[in-house]
């Protein structure tokens, strides 16, 4: 276990309160442009650009630094299909009954069904796994701490910084996602969490109207 050994902080930059503000309206209306994107071009996107949006995830807080995540960025055809198979046929139990009314029911504005072609098409799959078990050095075999958290931050920096670098994603979370931890040939100590498709929109791509609402800051927050 290594003690606590304080550093001076690096790095931080403040800015004065116009400037503040500036960026932060500047952040907003380059975030606020991203969308889900469901149809999703075959071309090629640069294997350095996800690389760096990866290292963008990975600096996201964690859990007692532990950094309890694991992103397996699949671009191999073959194991594209095989992820589209497993995960349609997920997705049929879903449409044909696993789903309740309701659910379905809410699902209808966003057009949603059981073929997943994008899951081929994109040039990037990253499932993205949750480590149970690690710790920070490799080899490590401890307890991770609020895993589902720590996961949950790191997976909005990669989505915020590929949507940065100027390409669509798409949150897919079949349920039961156990078919990534074999086919991405995963150990049993980490849950798949997400799949996130990574590409360009393919030409004429739309976006479901339900998705452009989104509730005003005066229903999203309470300041005391």
Partial sequence: MTDYQPIPLEGFREYPQDEMRAR?????????????VRQISGRPVSREVIEACLRAAGTAP?????????FAVISDPAIKGKVRAAAEEEERTFYAGRASEDWLEALKPLGTDENKPYLEAAPYLIAIFGQRRGGIEPG??????????????????????????GLATLTHTPAPMNFLTEICGRPSTEKPFLLLVVGYPAEGAT????????????QITSWL
């Fill in 62 to 70: 964690s859990g007692a630094n532990h950094q309890p995540w694991h």
């Fill in 140 to 165: 490590e075999n401890v307890k991770n701490y609020y895993v589902t958290e720590s996961v949950g931050i790191a997976t909005g920096f990669l989505i915020a910084a590929l949507h940065h670098a």
């Fill in 24 to 36: 932060a309206e500047a952040f907003y209306g380059e975030i606020k442009r991203r969308h889900t």
């Fill in 207 to 218: 976006i479901p109207v339900h998705a452009t609402i989104k509730k005003p800051l005066e």
